[in-house]
C-alpha cells in the first residue's frame, strides 16, 4: 500500500496552512466536511478540518480511513495544561490517549474502552519518535522564531517539548476544580483536549499509525494569560505547519531511500 498521509485539525486554524504545501490539490465535500487531496514531495496527503469533539474527530478519521484510504494519521491543535511544569506555547507529543469522561462502571473498569479492553491507547513507538525529531527541530531553528513576531508580543518564550499521556473528553476545562478532579484520577496526564482519545480510538480499531500533538494554550483554569484566538492564528497554526513539514520531509526521505 503507498503512504498516504492524513492530516486533521479541529478548526481551521490549526490545520489550513498545510493545504499550501501541496501540489494538485482537489478539494471534496462529504456530508458536512471538506477535505483537500494532495501531494508533497510525491507523498499523497488529505487534509481535514473535524470539528470540536469526541464524535467529530471520529467520524472524520472514518471518512479518511473509508473514502481516501489513508495509511498514517497526523492530529494537531491546541490543548490546556494541566501539570505545574508546561508553560503556554510547549508542544506535547502524545505517547499514550485516554478518554477521561468514559464511565461504564460497574459494567467496565473507568477509562476503559469496551472494543479494545484497555483504558490508555499508544501511539506507535516510529510515529512518536518522528514527532519528536519535528518538534525538535522547529525548537532549535532559529530562523524561524527570528520572523515570528507574536511570540514577543504574546509574551511566550520559545516551545519545549513534552511526550507524555493525553486526556480528551467533550468538556472545555476552565476551572481549578475540573483540573484537580482530572489529576486526581489521571495524575500522568500533561494536557486535556477534546479530540485526540477518539482519534486514537478509531486508529487502534483499525491498526492505523497515527500521531497526536497538542500546543498548550492555557492551563485549563480561570488564568489563561493569551488571548485564545490571536494564539491560535499566529503561534499554533504557525507551530503545526513546521512540524507537520518536517513529518512530511522525514516521509520523502523514507521513500528515497527505501
Not at 9 to 25: D, K, R
Not at 94 to 120: C, Y
Not at 182 to 208: F, K
Request: with cysteine; charged share 25%; glycine share 6%.
Amino acid at each position: 500500500m503507498n503512504k498516504k498521509i492524513g492530516i486533521l485539525g479541529s478548526m481551521p486554524e490549526e490545520v489550513e496552512e498545510v493545504v499550501s504545501l501541496l501540489n494538485n490539490v482537489k478539494k471534496r465535500a462529504i456530508g458536512l466536511r471538506t477535505f483537500y487531496e494532495g501531494d508533497y514531495k510525491g507523498t499523497e496527503v488529505v487534509v481535514g478540518i473535524s470539528g470540536w469533539g469526541k464524535v467529530a474527530s471520529a467520524v472524520s478519521v472514518s471518512v479518511l480511513i473509508h473514502e481516501f484510504h489513508i495509511s498514517e494519521l497526523i492530529f494537531t491543535g491546541v490543548a490546556g495544561g494541566l501539570q505545574k511544569d508546561l508553560r503556554i506555547g510547549d508542544i506535547v507529543v502524545g505517547s499514550r490517549l485516554v478518554q477521561h469522561d468514559m464511565d461504564a462502571r460497574p459494567l467496565l473498569k473507568r477509562f476503559e474502552i469496551s472494543t479494545l479492553n484497555q483504558i490508555f491507547m499508544e501511539s506507535p513507538r516510529e510515529q512518536v519518535e518522528t514527532a519528536k525529531q519535528a518538534v525538535e527541530s522547529l525548537i532549535q531553528d532559529d530562523d524561524f522564531y527570528a520572523h515570528l513576531n507574536a511570540l514577543e508580543s504574546l509574551q511566550l518564550q520559545k516551545p519545549r517539548l513534552f511526550v507524555g499521556d493525553i486526556a480528551s473528553g467533550d468538556q472545555f476545562f476552565a476551572c481549578t476544580m475540573q483540573k484537580e478532579a482530572l489529576l486526581s484520577v489521571l495524575p500522568t496526564v500533561l494536557c486535556v483536549e477534546m479530540e485526540g482519545a477518539s482519534v486514537a480510538q478509531v486508529c487502534c480499531e483499525y491498526a492505523l499509525p497515527f500521531t497526536i500533538i497538542r500546543i498548550i494554550s492555557d492551563s485549563a483554569d480561570e488564568n489563561s494569560s493569551v488571548d485564545f484566538v490571536s494564539f491560535i492564528k499566529e503561534i499554533a497554526g504557525k507551530y503545526s505547519i513546521e512540524i507537520i513539514k518536517h513529518i512530511l520531509n522525514h516521509s520523502f526521505r523514507n521513500k528515497k531511500t527505501g
